[in-house]
């Protein structure tokens, strides 16, 4: 069946770049998305890239997307200490129902 | 202009009881979708409301109902509830099969 996996925990300094990666197995995804969920909150959704595109820029977000492997990924530049939350790689199923993998904690630290 | 809102914030119920969890949807949306998450898990699709009709079931036993009224707001129901069912409710919504748009969630603890 459908299926999302990312990895669980990120650490990275202020300042640094930081990339989370995500690998789905629908190979029928019309969209993907990045959300972001911080303690106790609901999901914010974060950008998403249309499954014909390689890549979207969206300020200081970065999303690529390697269809052949399935492999998406998302990269935040000169990341803050705001940055640190749960985020969550979602690939679309049928009438964009949402799957979800378990979530990536990123840590920011000084 | 509101986003998707949802209420109550907190519910806490003993087993075997029943509860209602609802949702309005973002202005301009017609397209409701209910998802479970539980700790430290990612959101698991229940279902999807459009023209007060469920279109789409993700893998929830019967006891879990819903409805989406004519304003395209929605409920949650379930039935019976089990020590399982604690969890993050969350709703959102979208425009047809648009991009999904998130409510604060409902926090159920069943005890």
């Known amino acids: 069946g459908e299926d999302v996996e990312q990895s669980l925990f990120l650490s990275v300094r202020e300042g640094d770049s930081s990339v989370i990666n995500c690998t789905y197995t629908d190979s029928s995804s019309t969209y993907l998305y990045w959300y972001k969920q911080e303690p106790g909150a609901g999901l914010q959704l974060l950008t998403y890239?249309?499954?014909?595109?390689d890549m979207k820029q969206d300020q200081r977000l970065t999303v690529l997307l390697n269809k052949k492997d399935k492999h998406l990924s998302l990269r935040i530049a000169d990341t803050q200490t705001g940055d640190s939350a749960i985020y969550f790689c979602a690939d679309s199923g049928g009438y964009n129902k949402l799957i979800f993998g378990a979530g990536t904690r990123l840590a920011v630290h000084p | 202009d509101a986003g998707v809102t949802q209420s109550p914030t907190h519910l806490i119920k003993t087993r075997g009881q029943q509860v209602t969890l609802r949702c309005s949807p973002k202005s301009g949306h017609d397209t409701v979708s209910w998802y479970q998450q539980a700790l430290g898990q990612g959101p698991q699709f229940i279902f999807q409301?459009?023209?007060?009709?469920?279109?789409q079931r993700g893998n929830f036993p019967d006891r879990f109902s819903g409805h989406q009224f004519p304003n395209y707001s929605s409920e949650l129901n379930v039935n019976a509830l089990l020590l399982g069912d604690s969890a993050l409710y969350l709703c959102?919504?979208?425009?047809?099969?648009?991009?999904?748009?998130f409510g604060p969630g409902t926090r159920l603890t069943v005890l």
């Open positions: 959102a919504s979208s425009s047809a099969a648009d991009t999904q748009y």
């Open positions: 409301y459009y023209e007060e009709e469920e279109r």
């Open positions: 890239i249309f499954s014909n595109m």
